[in-house]
């Protein structure tokens, strides 16, 4: 049997920290709405029928826990998922939910 890795108390709190940030369906409905496109606040919006303001202050959150990542070009910041991770932690989130 493999010996599990020690993981210290920072780390599991940040893990749980991490998983607080899941735990938002605002903020789950805009990982997936960037699970395959990077897209600006308005697009967000526009998608999620909710307003500019709303969407910016969870991107803020998401950008603080580095599960999104922006660019800016010219006035416009567009938003993407930070990598394969975070699409990794939500596809086995969705199969999981959608199992039988």
Do not use: P, W
């Not at 920072?10 to 369906?25: P, Q, T, Y």
């Not at 606040?41 to 959150?61: E, F, P, R, Y």
Request: aromatic residues 6%; hydrophobic residues 40%.
């Amino acid at each position: 049997m493999k010996s599990k890795k020690v993981i210290s108390e920072e780390s599991l709190i940040d893990l749980a920290e991490l998983f607080k940030v899941f735990g938002d369906s605002t903020r789950i409905r805009i990982l997936y709405a960037l699970f395959d496109e990077e897209l600006c606040v308005g697009d967000i919006a526009v998608k999620l029928n909710m307003t500019q303001s709303a969407i910016s202050h969870q991107l803020k959150i998401l950008k603080q826990s580095r599960l999104i990542k922006n660019r800016r070009d010219g006035k416009t910041i567009f938003y993407s998922l930070a990598d394969d991770h975070v699409r990794s932690i939500i596809g086995q989130g969705l199969e999981h939910v959608e199992e039988e």
